[in-house]
């Protein structure tokens, strides 16, 4: 009986002293590893990359920063050149058909990678979904149309111009209130990035709303120039 009893205090005394796991946090995530070798791959959040031992195209993030994607600072104010080389990069050495002969994993990720570069691009280079996307970034819930606080005066308007488009399909008349589009859009975006440089994000937020409506009256007047 004292043999087992002094047994059991050794195997005590060595479990106690046996190193303990290591516990991870909740925020812990593993290392990732390149899907087809397995090696550890450095951290690269965002860009599309490739194992530095086999080579292989590795997946696209889950959310990854359409900034960060296109080497662009998180700001309204980019430069649309500098966004299209990016693009036109980015494009050559993810397309599919540069995957055509590798595994059919990794022509996935290239359709997948190619598809999230084409929405970076189409995103950061408007300018109201530019806007909108770092509204997102930012936890701001973009203006809905039901929203009360609407100037009452722009929606006046915004409803004077809807009349002109639906009862007129004289192109002089169009082409004055193409002109006047631009001249709103291009006052809208001045007045937006100046919101965004002083972190005024609720302004932001209404003058992007503006924004969208005059984006909508010009997709009407685009379906009004189409001929039937």
């Not at 006052?187 to 919101?195: F, G, P, R, S």
Request: charged share 30%; proline share 8%; hydrophobic share 35%.
């Amino acid at each position: 009986m004292q043999a087992a009893l002094g047994r059991a205090r050794w195997a005590l005394r060595v479990s106690e002293a046996a190193p303990r796991p290591r516990r991870l946090g909740p925020g812990f995530s593993p290392a990732p590893r390149c899907w087809s070798c397995g090696r550890l791959l450095p951290g690269a959040e965002g860009l599309p990359h490739f194992c530095p031992g086999c080579r292989a195209l590795q997946p696209p993030g889950p959310r990854p920063d359409l900034f960060r994607l296109m080497d662009c600072d998180r700001s309204f104010r980019i430069d649309a050149q500098e966004l299209q080389r990016r693009f036109r990069s980015l494009q050559r050495a993810v397309h599919p058909d540069r995957f055509g002969q590798r595994p059919p994993k990794e022509q996935y990720y290239s359709e997948q990678h190619s598809s999230l570069i084409n929405k970076a691009y189409q995103t950061l280079l408007n300018p109201l979904s530019r806007g909108l996307y770092l509204l997102e970034l930012n936890g701001v819930e973009p203006a809905q149309e039901t929203d009360s606080d609407a100037d009452p005066v722009f929606l006046t308007e915004i409803m004077e111009i809807n009349e002109k488009l639906a009862e007129h399909k004289n192109e002089d008349i169009l082409e004055e209130i193409e002109t006047l589009i631009k001249v709103k859009q291009e006052e809208l975006i001045k007045e937006v990035t100046a919101a965004f440089e002083r972190d005024d994000l609720q302004e932001a937020k209404k003058l992007l709303a503006k924004m969208k409506y005059f984006a909508n009256l010009e997709d009407k007047l685009n379906n009004k120039k189409i001929p039937s």
